[in-house]
């Protein structure tokens, strides 16, 4: 297969032509039904190739492969050291694949191959070894006592931090090696055991790190993958009766979902939620930096990102300076298949987001916005929109409310900061925000007034590292992804309390 002007390497041709199969208990293997579904490739709508259609029935399975592991496997009894340097040995085997990964990518989700060998895979390489380097720090505390009814009694009392138990972990499409990464570092390295639900749009780059984590030495039932769709086996891994976690990213419509599922047993639940995230440009700020940030807060990776930027407030003086560098930029953006090494955005994943897009442009332009740049789909096979930026918004519209995930930017000017903050905050969503200002005291006063789990001062979008933890406020989540809170997050504290 060729496609673009990237040649597909001949491993990855093997492995897109058989067809897949899930993970459960070190096996790879059918599912019951051995019924399979499509995967695309969203630059032109072919199939890439069948992946298993995950049931109830086969999460049943999985779950129960890894409350065996759990319980009785030799994972338990395995060194916090050897969790790590395994965590470590499967970063190294990603490492050698990279250009597999890179490829996989591009062709199942769409994005630029250039991105996911720059981005995607080196940092989903660099979390798991973020992640092994913490399996030797979990840590827990001594604790002094006071009892005041028992003088003289001595105690001694400490922490412990043990992992959760059996976790669940479904992810989405718009970064499927790195939202896989991102989710199961922290439980492998906390001593947790995993069943990962891939979405169902882009479950090809999950599979392949399934077979390198086999490779690297993690015992059979720690890791399983099953492949399917999220009513069916999404749904059926949030409810599991024997699932003591589950983590979601994905949509906040689906989150709640999540938690309802989740109250039958109630389970702990994570969620990394949708956002809205605004961006303030401040008449000071550096607009040779500020005004391709704020570019590519918009438009990377096809605007599918959940801290994407999407409201952007800019003082008046300055607006139509920003606004023209802006539209400059876009109509030099070149799109096409990631896999073309010169495109700079890809389509977006599927008919469906293709439609949902499109809608809020429409919605947009029908409530009174102005598009002084794009605003259509683009081309006539694929999923391609242009890259749009809507002035004359106002807060009440949906494109200003509500989440589009796709390459649509909403510009306001302001006058008062004030304003502008109250607007930046007026969303039911907080995941990130960012402040475009030379003034330091400024950017830090507004950082903390910003309601969002991730400020940006001076960049947006490109500080995603592993150290740095990732979530939202109000509706765009619960629970932190990366550094250590993620790893609090996959365990449980046992305090123990001995009368000496
Ligand atoms: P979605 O929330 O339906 O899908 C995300 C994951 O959840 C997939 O693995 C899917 O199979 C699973 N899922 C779906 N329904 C489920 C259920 N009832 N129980 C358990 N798992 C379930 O997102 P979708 O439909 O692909 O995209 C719709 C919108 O969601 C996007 O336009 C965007 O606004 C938002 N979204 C946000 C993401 C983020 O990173 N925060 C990622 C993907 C989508
Ligand atoms: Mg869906």
């Not at 984590?213 to 999404?234: K, M, S």
């Not at 989150?255 to 000071?284: C, F, W, Y």
């Not at 649509?408 to 607007?423: Q, R, S, T």
């Not at 509706?475 to 009368?499: F, N, P």
């Amino acid at each position: 297969m060729s496609t673009g002007t990237t040649e597909i390497t001949p491993m990855l041709q093997s492995f897109l032509s058989s067809p897949r199969k899930i993970l459960i208990d070190g096996k790879w293997g059918n599912t019951l039904s051995e019924h399979t579904f499509p995967t695309f490739n969203p630059a032109t709508g072919d199939v890439l190739c069948q992946v298993p259609d995950g049931q109830k029935e086969d999460i049943d399975r999985a779950v129960k492969a890894a409350r065996h592991a759990f319980e009785q496997g030799p994972w338990r009894t395995l060194t916090p050291s050897e969790r790590g340097k395994r965590l470590w040995r499967l970063a190294d085997l990603m490492e050698q694949r990279t250009e597999e990964f890179a490829q996989l990518e591009s062709l199942d989700n769409g994005k630029p191959v250039t991105v996911a060998r720059g981005a995607d895979v080196p940092l989903a390489i660099d979390l798991f070894r973020y992640m092994a380097g913490w399996a030797t720090k979990i840590e827990g505390n001594t604790i002094p006592i006071s009892v005041p009814y028992a003088p003289g009694a001595q105690f001694h009392a400490y922490t412990l931090r043990e992992p959760i138990g059996v976790v669940g972990q479904i992810i989405p499409w718009n970064f499927p090696l790195l939202m896989a990464t991102w989710k199961l570092g922290p439980a492998l390295a906390a001593g947790c055991t995993i069943v990962l639900k891939p979405a169902e749009e882009t479950p090809l780059s999950a599979l392949l790190l399934g077979e390198l984590a086999c490779e690297a030495g993690f015992p059979d039932g720690v890791l399983n993958i099953v492949t399917g769709f999220g009513e069916t086996a999404g749904a059926a891994l949030a409810a599991h009766p024997d699932v003591d976690k589950i983590a979601f990213t994905g949509s906040t419509e689906v989150g709640r979902s999540i938690v309802h599922a989740a109250a039958g047993n109630l389970k702990k639940v994570t969620l990394e939620l949708g956002g809205k995230s605004p961006m303030l440009v401040l008449p000071d700020a550096d607009l040779a930096s500020a005004i391709p940030g704020v570019f590519n807060a918009t438009f990377f990776n096809t605007g599918q990102c959940c801290g994407t930027g999407t409201r952007l407030y800019v003082e008046s003086r300055i607006f139509d300076h920003v606004l023209a560098g802006l539209a400059d930029q876009a109509k030099q953006i070149k799109l096409g298949s990631g896999m073309e090494p010169t495109t700079d955005m890809g389509p977006l994943i599927s008919e469906n987001q293709h439609q949902r897009v499109l809608g809020y442009m429409e919605s947009g332009l029908k409530e009174g916005a102005q598009a002084i740049v794009g605003g259509h789909r683009y081309g006539d096979t694929g999923y391609f929109v242009e890259p749009t930026v809507l002035v004359n918004t106002a807060q009440h519209m949906k494109v200003v409310q509500e989440e589009i995930f796709g390459p649509v930017l909403c510009a306001e000017p302001f006058i008062d900061l004030e304003e502008a903050l109250e607007k930046a905050n007026n969303s039911m969503y907080g995941l990130t925000a960012a402040v475009w200002t030379k003034d330091v005291s400024q950017a830090h006063r507004i950082a903390s007034r910003l309601r969002a789990g991730l400020v940006w001062i001076n960049c947006h979008n490109i500080v995603l590292d592993a150290a740095l933890p990732f979530g939202g406020y109000k509706q765009s989540g619960w629970g932190r992804e990366m550094g250590h809170e993620a790893i609090d997050l996959y365990t449980e504290v046992k305090a123990v309390c001995a009368q000496l």
